[in-house]
């Protein structure tokens, strides 16, 4: 390992070590409640990303804790949170109304607790698609970037574009996409 990345990698630990991990309630809508978040903001954080878990597993799931602790490690906060339907325990996920209504409450969440640092939304699968609903419903405030991690545009072997439809309506500097490992609906959609 040469000087720069053990640098790297000590720097990593000790934002880690600043970083602790919060946990916030916050009001989802009027209807809907209270819900819990996660958040993590190292001191020398650089931004915050609003991080919305997939439909089977909440935000406590590894894979969110696991993208939490190396965006901390980059001096990039999260602000994991649960979707009603997680929060009171039920498999099957919310309308859309409350989904994104619950990305719009997080995001003004993330904006009280994020100290000035640049705003970042989106999640993983469902959680980023729903973000993206609610982007391309009316702009998300301050929020400077959606990122998308594990966002099928289909289902594996069901080629539809449905999905996709809001991510064309958004300024493609405001979109960012991850390939999913499942190979399910992994072409791109835009020309830009």
Do not use: C, W
């Amino acid at each position: 390992m040469n000087t720069l990345s053990l640098s790297a990698t000590i720097t990593g630990i000790q934002a880690r070590k600043m970083a602790k991990t919060e946990e916030i309630n916050f009001t989802a809508g009027e209807k809907v409640g209270q819900v819990s978040g996660l958040l993590i903001l190292p001191k020398n954080a650089e931004a915050l990303f609003v991080l919305a878990h997939g439909a089977g597993a909440g935000m406590r799931h590894r894979f969110m804790e696991e993208v939490a602790q190396k965006l901390a490690d980059h001096a990039v906060g999260t602000l994991r949170y649960q979707f009603p339907y997680m929060e009171a325990g039920v498999k099957r996920p919310d309308s859309e109304a409350v989904l994104t209504a619950t990305v719009r409450a997080a995001v003004t969440t993330a904006k009280k607790q994020a100290d000035g640092v640049s705003l970042l939304a989106g999640g993983k699968s469902m959680g980023g698609r729903m973000t993206s609903l609610a982007a391309a419903k009316a702009p998300l405030e301050d929020v400077r970037g959606l990122i998308y991690l594990g966002f099928p545009l289909h289902a594996a072997g069901k080629p539809s574009a449905e999905r996709g439809q809001a991510m064309r309506t958004l300024p493609p500097s405001r979109s960012m996409f991850s390939r999913g490992e499942s190979g399910a609906g992994t072409a791109p959609i835009t020309d830009q």
